[in-house]
Every structure is written in C-alpha cells, then in structure tokens.
C-alpha cells in the first residue's frame, strides 16, 4: 500500500494524460479554461497532467504530515522540482520543463550520494539501510556508487526517451519504463547484496 502512496504523483499524471488524450475537446477546453492564452489541442493532455502532478505531490506531503507530523526531505524536494518544472511547463506551455523534471530529480540524487560521500565522508546509503543490514565497509562504498551512478543514467536515459520518441512514449516510459528500471535495480542489486550477507554471517 506504501508503494501505491509513493507512486501517486506518477499514477495521477500518467492517468490524466491517457484521459486527457482520449477526450481531446473537453482536455483543451479544460486546459484552456485553467491557465487561459493560446493553447494548442495537442498541448492540453501534458498541461493537465503536469497540473495534476503538482497537486498530487502537495495532497502526499499534506497527508503525511497530518499522520506524522513530519515530512521527510525527500518529498520536499520533490515537491519543491516539480513546482519548479511543472510550474514553468503550465506558465510557458511548454512541455519541455516537465521531461526534464526526473532527470532533475535522479540527478539530485546522484549527486548528492557521491558529494556526500567525496565531500563529506558520508555514505548516505548507509545510513540509510546499516540498521536492517550488515554489510563490509567496501561493499557499502559500492553500494553508495551503484546507486549515484544509476540515478545518473536514468537521467541521461529520460533525456534520451524524451527527445528522441513521441510524448506519448515519453509519459508510458515514465510510468513503467523508469518503475521497471528501478525494480530491476533493487531486484539485481539484492541478489548482490544477499552473497555478501552470507559472507559476513559465515
């Protein structure tokens, strides 16, 4: 159920961009009722959706603080990227800011698990997981890289999808394309993960 509620921002904008597109007179009326000027039919789905993405990421936060009364980092940067993005996708009516808001955000992430652990001598991955698994220092190090260098090329990859096939490409990658990418990851990364806890329990 936590995966669902994690996944609700994508779930809601690939939903309202597919009905958006399956009813393109009342999606550009819509669109065009909203944010008003001169909107192109074939702009409305992306605009929509971009709108519902942004709303959707400010119901998670709120709903999270109102059961927790604490809202991790996380959230906040995304919240913060898509406003940024969205935002500027629905003022100019250009889809182009909204593609490049993953990569944004992977490489937010990249980044930072390599600035941390560079920079900082933190490695943030363990942090993260150190009190569930036990894990040799090296293998931790590893594990920090593998992670900075996924986010990095997930978001070379979402450029690449995104400049180089249609929209619509563009958002079904984003839904099942990055999702089945990073349980791939997770999957993989596990079965990696699960020798060297033998070890150390050997």
Known sequence: MKILFDLLPVILFF???KL???NPDAAHALASGWLGGDIAPSQAPILIATFVAIVATGLQIALVWLRHRKVDNMLWVSLGIIVV???ATLFFHNPTFIKWKPTALYWLFGFVLLGSALI???NLIRKMLEAQIQLPDQV???LNAAWACFFVAMGL???YVAYNFSEEAWVNFKMFGGLGL?????LAQGFYLSRHMEEETN
């Not at 990073?182 to 997770?186: P, R, S, Y």
């Open 15 to 17: 939903a309202a961009y």
């Open 20 to 22: 958006g597109g399956a």
């Open 85 to 87: 993005f969205g935002g």
């Open 120 to 122: 900082l001598k933190r």
């Open 140 to 142: 931790w190090g590893r």
């Open 157 to 159: 990859l979402n450029l």
């Open 182 to 186: 990073m349980l791939a990851f997770v």
